[in-house]
């Protein structure tokens, strides 16, 4: 981080080695899944990352501050397309995603097991309101602590502890009713 912040175009290209593909799988899952507007999303917030670097007072706080700088990306998208809403439907970008996943030449027996599960949890996640769904992504796909999530999210700890609960009750109740088990 520091390094960055010195103008190493080097050590910015292992920063986002690291943070891109937790960054664009946050973005995936809180924007429903599509993976052209997390592409977009993530571009916008690493240009923004770019431009905020040297305001940056305490670097060991980068991934709170990338996931509240993506979070603001996204609410700005969601802003814009509430203002102009689009003519093709998220549906069905969403099914050819997963019908390209699922065909990507599975070939073991417990390899389309753990491509099925993916699916289903991605399944609920979805149909989770964006609170609980960003939340469950924040602390158990991206692994950040609690007080990252409180501080990414910008409330209290204890808000993040009580809608994970909420969250995980949703998601199990989504599933189950789906068919996927208990």
Known sequence: MVRCQLGERE????????????????????????????????????????????????????????????????????????????????????????????????????????VLTTMQVEAGLNDLPPQEREVLILFHLEDLPLAVCAQVLGVPTGTVKSRLHRARRMLRSALVEKGYGA
Request: no cysteine; hydrophobic share 45%.
């Open 11 to 114: 050590a910015f290209g292992e920063l986002v080695d690291v943070w891109h593909a937790p960054l664009r799988r946050y973005l995936r899952g809180v924007a429903g899944g599509s993976p052209d507007l997390a592409d977009d999303l993530a571009q916008e917030t690493w240009v923004a990352v770019v431009r905020g670097l040297p305001g940056l007072r305490h670097p060991e706080r980068f991934a709170p501050w990338l996931f509240t700088v993506a979070r603001r990306a996204l609410t700005n998208h969601l802003r814009q397309a509430y203002r102009a809403p689009e003519t093709s439907p998220r549906a069905a970008g969403a099914a050819a995603d997963v019908e390209a996943e699922a065909g990507a030449g599975v070939e073991a027996d417990h390899v389309l097991d753990d």
